[in-house]
């Protein structure tokens, strides 16, 4: 395969297509990296046999091409699909989208059956469910995908799930984080002090910038003892989704004049988001269980300073002190902001570290020797 021209599949093992517009969405990114490298990209999803979408393909570029195909059943976001329809695509190598999802040993047992070049990448081996007993009901379920990842080569988005897979026995696991599309972010056009007068912001405060939606995993509450703490000098800027945590949230923001250093503005298109980013003095992440941490780079290549609490996701993409600040709790990330640290070198470690282009090297190295 070495030279040549290769079509690789990405294959979603889960549910559907993110199409939010307001994330960095992966597999686009990975795509125009291999196509920059000579290679052609097969996206699939797997889809209800009643989507209108279910059946058809859309070419995003004459080398990378959408496909959408039905799966035969479907558990929450988990899906079964028929994978012999793969093989009716041309594809030459399987990317396998695995993480926790319970069709990964049928997915990796039809390739290794078919004689299928393949891996598997990797961000989390746990559910993320915000509630305790059905983290604990998947863990259980998905845990047979070990034995799966122990028959084939895995690529991880983190060092931490690298140590972990490697400690259930997983030899081949190994390191390729997650890449940013940089093409896709804006470049500002006008000043800081033009731009948050666009967006409404005062000139007298240091804005403290939050994307996560309102749901317990991503731990958006945390927000309230950090206003508390920061003071009225401080504009914490919240940028997410409704969810299950809603009514909770607005109840607590709308609780006490302490708060009032609290601006909540929803869920926003990835191109605003990108503004807020470049007039922030701080971007903050709650979330101890980070899988890798998407908005974490985006803000890192605005050159803002990131302070995030321990998780796997932040620990491997920011060197603390260096390009960012990691902390253990709330209280710490309130004294870090309050010190008035800041670093210069976040958008050099995305660059150097993070794009697209060397994880997609990762992959065609281990293709094509």
């Given amino acids: 395969m070495k030279n040549r021209q290769m079509n690789i599949g990405y294959i979603h093992l889960d549910y559907g297509e993110w199409t939010t517009g307001s994330y960095n969405i992966q597999e686009i990114g990975l795509a125009k990296a291999l196509e920059q490298m000579g290679h052609q990209t097969t996206i699939v999803y797997w889809m209800s046999p009643k989507d209108r979408r279910c059946g058809t393909e859309v070419n995003t570029t004459s080398n990378i091409k959408k496909v959408y195909l039905p799966y035969k059943r479907k558990f929450v976001h988990h899906v079964w699909p028929d994978f012999s329809l793969l093989l009716t695509l041309g594809i030459d ?8 999802l319970l069709c990964v040993p049928e997915a990796v047992n039809f390739c290794l059956k078919h004689g ?20 604990w009901i998947m863990d259980k379920l998905s845990s047979r995908n070990f034995s ?3 028959k084939t080569k895995v690529f991880c988005k983190t060092p931490a799930v690298v140590n972990e897979l490697k400690q259930k026995g997983v030899t081949s696991a190994e390191w390729a984080p997650v890449g940013l599309d940089t093409d896709i972010i804006p470049l500002a056009t006008s000043s800081k002090e033009r ?57 607590k923001l709308k609780s006490s004049e302490k708060y009032s250093n609290i601006l909540f503005i929803g869920k926003l298109p990835n191109e605003k988001i990108h503004a807020y980013y470049e007039v922030a003095d701080y971007v903050i992440n709650f979330n101890p269980n980070e899988i890798f941490g998407m908005a974490i780079l985006e803000a890192m290549y605005h050159n803002v300073t990131i302070v995030a609490r321990h998780a796997p996701g932040p620990d491997c993409i920011i060197e603390n002190g260096r ?8 209280e710490e990330i309130a004294q870090t902001i309050l010190s008035g640290k800041k670093v210069q070198n976040a958008r050099k470690r995305i660059i150097e570290y993070f794009t697209w282009e060397s994880t997609a090297k990762k992959f065609l190295d281990y293709i094509q020797h």
């Avoid at 299928?116 to 983290?135: D, E, N």
């Fill in 93 to 100: 190598v399987y990317h396998l989208q695995s993480d926790n």
């Fill in 116 to 135: 299928l070049k393949h891996y598997c990448y990797v961000g989390t081996v746990h559910s993320s469910s915000p509630r305790a007993i059905s983290r």
């Fill in 148 to 150: 799966a990842f122990r």
């Fill in 195 to 251: 731009q948050r007068a666009e967006l409404k912001l005062p000139e007298d405060k240091s804005i403290v910038f939050l994307v996560c939606a309102l749901r317990p995993d991503k731990h958006p509450m945390d927000i309230f003892p950090l206003a508390e703490r920061l003071g009225d000098k401080y504009l914490l800027v919240h940028a997410g989704a409704l969810w299950m945590q809603t009514e909770e949230y607005m109840a």
């Fill in 323 to 330: 390009s960012g600040f990691l902390c253990n709790s709330v």
